[in-house]
C-alpha cells in the first residue's frame, strides 16, 4: 500500500477507524482535536460504527470510558494537557479498577501560562497514575503504537489504560508518510475484547469499584504494579508479530548509534528524531555520539536501559518537563537506572510550552556548552 | 474466598462476587431490644418488609415469616409502621 | 396491597440490597434502594456514586448488592452510566452481549453527588439522552462525612459547615431546586418522591424505567443522625415532608407537571421543623421570623407549583 501524508492526529484517527471500537467519550482540546474530529468523520460516514458520546468534559470522558470498558466494550478517547488533569482522578481510578482503555495524548504544556504547544508535563502529572505510557516520535510511530494499544490494554495480565503519547503540533498536526496496514489486518492484530465480570453480564453479578480499608488497599495497589510490569512483556510478545504485519519493530526502547558512543542523550517523543539526525551530522564529523529513545516510559525498561548505557561515559537526559524543586522526571528515572554504574549522568530541561530544541541546541548539549534548562532567556551558560 | 489472602490471588481491581461474600452479622448493633411479632395479628401487608433498613424480614412467598436477627438493628421502623400492631420490641 | 406483593414476586426470592451493610440503623436510603429495584421488572445494573449507600454496603471483601453494582467516584456516576448504557447499545448491536433482555441502568447518588459535584456530568447526561435512571437520595446534606452542608440543605438548617450559633441561625442560602433543573433538560420523565410514599414512589419507578431517555427521580430521604429524630420515628418525618407542603410530590411526564399527592389540609412548617434537631434552634422566639419566612418559601413554591400543574392539566 502507498503510505500517506498525513498529520499524527489524522493518523491516530486512522488507527481507531481500524480498530473500530464500541465506544468512544470524547471532549475536545487542542491539540488532539484532529484526532476526534477525523474519527467523528469516520462514524458519520459509516466507516467506522463506535457509539461517539460528546461528553461535557474530560473528567467524563474518563468516566463514561470506564463505564464502557468495565461493561465489555473496547474504548478509546483522546486528550491533552489540561483536559488529562482534570480527568486525572478518574485516570487513577481506572487503572485501579482495570479498565482497558486506549487514549491518544497529544502531549501540551500544563496551565500556567495556558499554552497550547507541546512539553511533557501532562503525561508526568500522572505519571505514578498506573497507566501505561507509549511516545511515539512521528506520526507513523503513533499510528503503529495505537494499533499495538489494544493488544497491550486488554492482555489479562494487563487490563490498564495504555497511553499513545503524541507530541503536540509537532506530531498531531505535522503531515508525514505513513505506512497504514490494511484494514483487515487491524481488525485481525486487535481481535475482539472479552472481560471477566462484565457490568452487564447479569447472571453474574459483581460489586465493582469498592471501598478497601487499610487491610486491603495496599495489595490491590501492589497488584496493579504488577500489571505494569506485565505490560512490558506483553509489548515484548507483540513486536514479532507485529513486525510480521507491518516490516516494523517496536520494543520499550530504540537504540540509535550507541555502538562505540561516549555520549548520549536520551529522550522521549520527537526530540528523539531530531537528536537523531545531529547524531548522523556528529558522527560525519568524527564524534562518538548516539541516542536512546525511550518508548515505553511506563513501564520503564530500567535492566533494559542500564544494560544499553552502564558502560557509556556520558548520558544527558533531555527532560521536556520539570519538577520544580527536585529532579526532572526521565533524569530521576535514569538516575535511579544507573545508580552505581560507571557512566557520569546529566540533565537538562528543555522545550517547555512548545519552545523548539533546535539542531544546534543539540550540538551544544552534545558539547555539554548548554545551560541545565536549554534555550530559555536569561540562562547563564555553563563555564 | 478473600480473607487478608497474598495480593496473588485477590481478584483484579478488587471485584467482589455476591456469592462469595461474606456479609457481616450487624445484628450485633442492637442495644438490647429486639423486634417479635404476634402472627395472630400479622395480616402480611409487607410494610415491614419494605421499611427494613437491613432487608431482615423474611417472607414465605408473599407471607411474613420471621426476622433476621442476623442483621436487624433494632431500629424499631417496623413496629412504628405496622398498621395493625402486630410487632413489638421486646428486651433480649 | 397487590404492589407490595408484585415487588416481592420481582425480586425473585434475592434481595438487591441484602442485609449486612453498615448504613445507621434506620437509615432511610435502602428503602429507596429496594423499593426502586424491585418495581424494576428488568435485570438491572447499578452505579453507585460515592457516599452513604456506597461506602456502607461495599467494603472489601463484603457487598451487601447481588446485582451488578459499579462505583468509581463522586461526581461522575451519570458519566459512568452513560459509557455503560452505550457499551449496552454497541455491544447489542454486534450481538455480544450473553442476553437479549434489555438491562436497565439506574444511579444511586445523594444530593451531594448529584446537586453539587455531580452537577455537570449529571446534566451532560441527561442533555444527551441516554437511556437510564438517575435516583437522587436526597438527605439534605452529605451525610457520609459528618453531616456537612451541601446544596440540597434546606434554609436555616443546622450542618456541621453551616451550624447554627451565637451569630449564625445556620445555612444562610435556600436549597437548589434541583427537580426543576432537570426539568430544563427536557427529558421524557422526572418527578420528586418520598418513600413514605411507597405506592407513589413505585408508581414514578415505573414510568421512569420505561422512559425512552433519561428520567430523573428526587427522592427526599431521611437521615436520623443528620436530621436529628430518633430512627424509628422516619416515616412520620417523611410524612411531615409531604404533609407540610416543604416537599411536594409530582411528576413532570414529557414536560407536563402533575401533582401526585395533595396534602389536605396542609400542615404548618412547624410540624416538619419541630421534629428534627436540625431546625430546634429556630422554635424559638427570637427565631420567630426565619420560621415565618420558611412558611411563606414553602408556600410561594407551592402555589407555583400549583400554578405550573393547573396549566398543563388536559382542559375540561
Known amino acids: 500500500m502507498t503510505p500517506l501524508l498525513l498529520t499524527g492526529g489524522e493518523a491516530v484517527a486512522h488507527a481507531m477507524r481500524q480498530i473500530d471500537p464500541d465506544v468512544v467519550p470524547v471532549y475536545p482540546i487542542t491539540p488532539q482535536t484532529p484526532i476526534i474530529q477525523g474519527f467523528a468523520k469516520f462514524v458519520a460516514d459509516g466507516r467506522a460504527h463506535a457509539e461517539l458520546v460528546n461528553v461535557e468534559s474530560e473528567h467524563s470522558a474518563m468516566s463514561a470510558a470506564i463505564g464502557s470498558a468495565l461493561a465489555g466494550a473496547r474504548t478509546m478517547t483522546a486528550t491533552s494537557s489540561q483536559g488529562l488533569a482534570l480527568m486525572a482522578e478518574v485516570v487513577y481510578i481506572a487503572a485501579s479498577m482495570r479498565a482497558p482503555i486506549v487514549m491518544a495524548l497529544g502531549n501540551r504544556a500544563l496551565s500556567g501560562p495556558i499554552n497550547i504547544h507541546c512539553d511533557h508535563s501532562d503525561s508526568m502529572l500522572i505519571r505514578d497514575s498506573g497507566v501505561v505510557q507509549l511516545f511515539a516520535e512521528n506520526a507513523q510511530e503513533a499510528y503503529d503504537l495505537t494499533v499495538l494499544a489494544p493488544r497491550v490494554a486488554e492482555h489479562p495480565d494487563v487490563l490498564l489504560p495504555v497511553l499513545v503519547c503524541l507530541d503536540g503540533f509537532t506530531i498531531t498536526h505535522s503531515a508525514e508518510p505513513v505506512q497504514l496496514l490494511a484494514d483487515g489486518d487491524v481488525a485481525a492484530f486487535v481481535g475482539t475484547y472479552t472481560l471477566a465480570h462484565r457490568v452487564l453480564d447479569v447472571a453474574h453479578p459483581a460489586t465493582q469499584g469498592p471501598f478497601a480499608m487499610p487491610d486491603y488497599y495496599y495489595e490491590f495497589r501492589r497488584q496493579q504494579s504488577a500489571a505494569v510490569e506485565a505490560a512490558g512483556r506483553v509489548l515484548d510478545g507483540l513486536a514479532d508479530g507485529f513486525e510480521r504485519l507491518s516490516g516494523r519493530r517496536y520494543g520499550p526502547v530504540e537504540a540509535y548509534r550507541l555502538d562505540g558512543a561516549e555520549r548520549v542523550i536520551v529522550a522521549l517523543g520527537s526530540t528523539a528524531g531530531t537528536v537523531k539526525d545531529v547524531v548522523d551530522e556528529l558522527r560525519e564529523e568524527g564524534e562518538a555520539v548516539g541516542v536512546l529513545k525511550i518508548v515505553s516510559y511506563r513501564p520503564f525498561p530500567s535492566e533494559l536501559v542500564r544494560g544499553l548505557l552502564a558502560d557509556i561515559a556520558s548520558v544527558i537526559v533531555l527532560d521536556r518537563a520539570d519538577s520544580p524543586g527536585g529532579a526532572a522526571p526521565l533524569q530521576a528515572e535514569l538516575a535511579a537506572t544507573l545508580y552505581g554504574s560507571a557512566a557520569e549522568l546529566h540533565g537538562h530541561v528543555y522545550g517547555l510550552g512548545g519552545r523548539d530544541l533546535h539542531p544546534r541546541d543539540v550540538r551544544e548539549i552534545f558539547a555539554q556548552h548548554a545551560p541545565r534548562y536549554v534555550s530559555v532567556r536569561g540562562e547563564p551558560c555553563p563555564v | 474466598m478473600a480473607r487478608l489472602s497474598p495480593w496473588q490471588e485477590l481478584p483484579a481491581g478488587g471485584a467482589i462476587l455476591p456469592a462469595e461474600a461474606e456479609q457481616p452479622r450487624t445484628g450485633g448493633w442492637r442495644t438490647g431490644f429486639r423486634p417479635e411479632v404476634d402472627l395472630s395479628r400479622c395480616v402480611d401487608c409487607l410494610l415491614c418488609w419494605l421499611y427494613c433498613p437491613d432487608s431482615a424480614v423474611r417472607l414465605d412467598g408473599t407471607a411474613f415469616e420471621g426476622f433476621d436477627y442476623d442483621f436487624c438493628k433494632g431500629c424499631e421502623i417496623c413496629a412504628e409502621v405496622c398498621p395493625v400492631d402486630a410487632i413489638e420490641m421486646v428486651v433480649e | ?316
Not at chain 3, 421488572?41 to 456502607?56: K, S
Not at chain 3, 438491562?103 to 451531594?112: K, L, M, P, S, T
Open chain 3, 1 to 316: 396491597m397487590s404492589r407490595l406483593k408484585t415487588l416481592v414476586r420481582h425480586q425473585n426470592g434475592v434481595q438487591p440490597l441484602r442485609g449486612g451493610h453498615s448504613l445507621c440503623q434506620g437509615c432511610g436510603i435502602p428503602m429507596v434502594v429496594r423499593t426502586v429495584l424491585s418495581t424494576i421488572d428488568r435485570p438491572t445494573v447499578v452505579v453507585n456514586a460515592t457516599g452513604c449507600l456506597e461506602v456502607a454496603t461495599t467494603r472489601y471483601p463484603t457487598t451487601a448488592w447481588t446485582v451488578p453494582w459499579l462505583h468509581v467516584a463522586f461526581e461522575n456516576a451519570a458519566a459512568v452510566a452513560s459509557g455503560v448504557e452505550c457499551a449496552q447499545r454497541a455491544l447489542r448491536r454486534r450481538h455480544a452481549l450473553p442476553s437479549e433482555e434489555e438491562v436497565a441502568v439506574v444511579v444511586f447518588a445523594g444530593d451531594g453527588g448529584t446537586y453539587d459535584i455531580g452537577l455537570q456530568a449529571l446534566s451532560g447526561a441527561l442533555e444527551r439522552g441516554h437511556r437510564f435512571l438517575f435516583v437522587c437520595y436526597d438527605n439534605e446534606a452529605y451525610m457520609n462525612t459528618g453531616i456537612q452542608r451541601s446544596g440540597a440543605t434546606p434554609f436555616a438548617a443546622s450542618t456541621t459547615t453551616s451550624p447554627a450559633g451565637l451569630e449564625s441561625f445556620g445555612k444562610a442560602q435556600r436549597r437548589k431546586d434541583m427537580t426543576a433543573i432537570a426539568v430544563a433538560h427536557h427529558v421524557p420523565y422526572v418527578a420528586q418522591a418520598a418513600a413514605v410514599h411507597w405506592h407513589d414512589l413505585s408508581r414514578k419507578v415505573e414510568l421512569a424505567a420505561t422512559a425512552d431517555g433519561p428520567a430523573f427521580l428526587n427522592v427526599l430521604t431521611d437521615c436520623p443522625l443528620g436530621w436529628g429524630h430518633e430512627p424509628r420515628l422516619s416515616a412520620r418525618v417523611l410524612n411531615a415532608a409531604v404533609n407540610t407542603l416543604f416537599w411536594p410530590l409530582y411528576e413532570v411526564l414529557d414536560g407536563g407537571y402533575r401533582l401526585t399527592y395533595i396534602p389536605e389540609p396542609p400542615e404548618p412548617i412547624e410540624s416538619w421543623l419541630g421534629l428534627q434537631a436540625r431546625f430546634a434552634h429556630l422554635l424559638t422566639d427570637e427565631n420567630r421570623a426565619l420560621v415565618e419566612e420558611i412558611q411563606r418559601q414553602v408556600n410561594a413554591d407551592w402555589d407555583e407549583l400549583v400554578a405550573r400543574c393547573s396549566a398543563d392539566a388536559p382542559a375540561g
